[in-house]
């Protein structure tokens, strides 16, 4: 069974403070993704990676940055976290760019 | 953009009924439309896919519908039972390309 980790299932950050969420998948999947989850919006891809260190922009980059330094692993990254990045995250993994994605169990991050 | 279109956001059922979710997507060249099940505190999983060549599959109680013509398709859940509360999300792929996603919909089967 495909099995993707996020390391934390709730984070309370204050405004200001950089935030670290990490993900890890163990089916050597070549791409990841970060998406948010907010209520009637649905999920909005922040960022995706195709390969160790590559990533590209999804529709709402602004605000995060992503690292992918080992295949298995994809962090999101909040330089300044503000009150409106207060959401659900969710990390996914899949084979190829279309495929059927797995995903984690997310993160509830409230910043205050 | 939101290319994939879901109705209605929630939806309230009897247990024992019919649940019916549709989207309707823009871009043609989509070729995979994957329906995601959420459970609370849980990550979104695959319930049931259908690629364009077929008009219907069926899964158990689950049954996407297609109609390429409409540019729609659509989740039935038969026999709907507590335990399917949960939010379900359409999608659509193409090729090496990125799935993207409609809003949800937040289904309640009542006992």
């Known amino acids: 069974d495909v099995k993707v980790t996020q390391s934390s299932r709730y984070l309370v950050k204050r405004t200001g403070e950089k935030v670290f969420l990490e993900c890890v998948q163990d089916?050597?999947?070549?791409?990841m993704f970060w998406y948010r989850q907010d209520p009637g919006l649905g999920l909005r891809l922040i960022y995706f990676s195709y390969d160790v260190k590559m990533k590209e922009k999804g529709d709402i980059p602004e605000g995060y940055s992503v690292s992918r330094e080992k295949k298995e692993r994809f962090s999101l990254i909040l330089e300044s976290a503000s009150t409106n990045q207060t959401s659900m995250y969710l990390c996914?993994?899949?084979?190829?760019?279309?495929?059927?994605?797995?995903f984690g169990a997310g993160t509830r991050l409230s910043v205050l | 953009q939101q290319q994939v279109k879901q109705s209605p956001q929630s939806l309230i059922v009897q247990k024992g009924g019919i649940s019916i979710i549709n989207c309707a997507y823009e871009n043609t060249a989509f070729d995979y439309f994957p329906w995601y099940q959420q459970f609370p505190g849980k990550g979104p999983a695959l319930l049931i896919a259908?690629?364009?060549?077929?008009s219907e599959k069926k899964e158990g109680r689950f049954t996407i519908s297609f109609n390429k013509s409409a540019k729609q398709f659509s989740l039935h859940i038969m026999d709907s039972q507590p335990g399917d509360s949960a939010t379900y999300f359409c999608a659509a792929s193409m090729g090496n390309n990125d799935m993207r996603f409609g809003a949800g919909t937040r289904l309640t089967v009542k006992p």
């Open positions: 259908i690629r364009p060549d077929v």
């Open positions: 996914a993994s899949s084979r190829d760019r279309g495929d059927i994605q797995y």
């Open positions: 089916m050597d999947h070549e791409n």
